[in-house]
């Protein structure tokens, strides 16, 4: 773009057409909003896990536990509570 801008820079004063910046769609915008989406989505994940483990007194498996709440395979659940480095027996009731 600046090479272009030299090219048909018509005056002493280098200037570049605004119009051919694209802001806010290169690169670094896109890995700025794919950052973003993946820590909310992370975020949302957690949340629901959280709730999840609250509402079973820290229960992960059997019917009634956070995996069947959540609808998904004990395993994974363990997994992401590893990966969210979750501790469920705070949710733990006497």
């Not at 605004?18 to 290169?26: A, C, N």
């Not at 609250?54 to 992960?60: H, L, Q, S």
């Not at 019917?63 to 004990?74: C, E, I, L, R």
Request: charged share 30%; hydrophobic share 30%; net charge positive.
């Amino acid at each position: 773009m600046i090479e272009r801008s030299l090219i048909v820079c018509e005056t002493e004063d280098f200037s570049v057409d605004e119009s051919r910046l694209d802001v806010g769609s290169g690169p670094t915008s896109k890995a700025h909003r794919s950052i973003g989406q993946t820590l909310s989505t992370k975020l949302h994940e957690k949340e629901i896990i959280e709730a999840a483990l609250a509402e079973t007194g820290g229960r992960v498996s059997s019917q009634s536990g956070a995996a069947a709440k959540s609808n998904m395979p004990v395993s994974t659940l363990d997994s992401k509570i590893r990966t969210l480095k979750l501790n469920k027996y705070r949710f733990k009731t006497s």
